[in-house]
């Protein structure tokens, strides 16, 4: 298995522009979620999902849309980038409350 | 929502204890948790409990809940250069997950 990955690893946009972060999962979880990581705040839920088909906001979900049109896969899309969106963002996956979320290595996004 | 609280710097010796608390809001968080996060990783799931339980114990790792005070701890017994990294407390509570900012254990050896 090769858990959760994400891509890209780094990315630099211009303000303005849209991009989206992939995730994926092969362990049949489905539990997804997208965090961001920002110094000395931990990490912040953005958006989540528990199936195909059902997306739920998290903590900080203005700038950022999802979808999950299959149980493998849940890109994190940002329509019009600025630059308080420059963060790490983890993509994690589990089954239901109570497991263990895997993380993805991360995606480094710096905004100009 | 809740606001989960670390400190941010805890700093041991090798071979001795290291405790690292997190203090909560949300006495409606169903599990807690403790991650840990290297260099350029992601976060590592260490050991969770849930909400009615006082005290899990895994290998060199101890973890204590005081749901009056709000208050979850992690006791990493013979603390080695390899547990240096940021551990993470969260709570979650109807798949809404909530970090603490992290605290960085640094073991001189």
């Known amino acids: 298995n090769a858990g959760v990955t994400q891509t890209p690893k780094f990315q630099v946009l211009k303000t303005g522009q849209s991009m989206t972060l992939q995730c994926a999962q092969d362990?049949?979880?489905?539990?997804m979620s997208w965090y961001r990581q920002d110094p000395g705040m931990g990490l912040r839920l953005i958006h989540y999902?528990?199936?195909?088909?059902?997306?739920d906001q998290g903590e900080v979900p203005n700038g950022y849309n999802v979808s999950r049109s299959t149980t493998e896969d849940f890109p994190l899309r940002l329509l019009s980038a600025a630059p308080s969106q420059t963060s790490v963002y983890f993509c994690a996956s589990s089954y239901p409350e109570g497991h263990e979320q895997y993380f993805g290595p991360g995606t480094r996004l710096t905004v100009t | 929502g809740e606001d989960v609280e670390q400190s941010l710097f805890l700093s041991v010796r090798e071979g001795d204890s290291s405790v690292i608390n997190c203090t909560y809001t949300?006495?409606?968080?169903?599990?807690l948790y403790w991650y840990k996060q290297e260099p350029g990783a992601g976060l590592q799931l260490l050991t969770y409990?849930?909400?009615?339980?006082d005290m899990k114990q895994d290998q060199r790792l101890t973890v204590l809940l005081n749901k009056k005070d709000k208050h979850l701890s992690l006791r990493i017994a013979d603390t080695q250069t390899g547990d240096s990294a940021i551990y993470f407390c969260a709570g979650s509570h109807n798949n809404d997950m909530r970090f603490g900012a992290g605290t960085r254990l640094t073991v001189k050896p």
């Open positions: 999902s528990v199936g195909a088909g059902i997306t």
């Open positions: 949300d006495s409606s968080s169903t599990y």
């Open positions: 409990i849930f909400s009615n339980m």
């Open positions: 362990m049949n979880h489905e539990y």
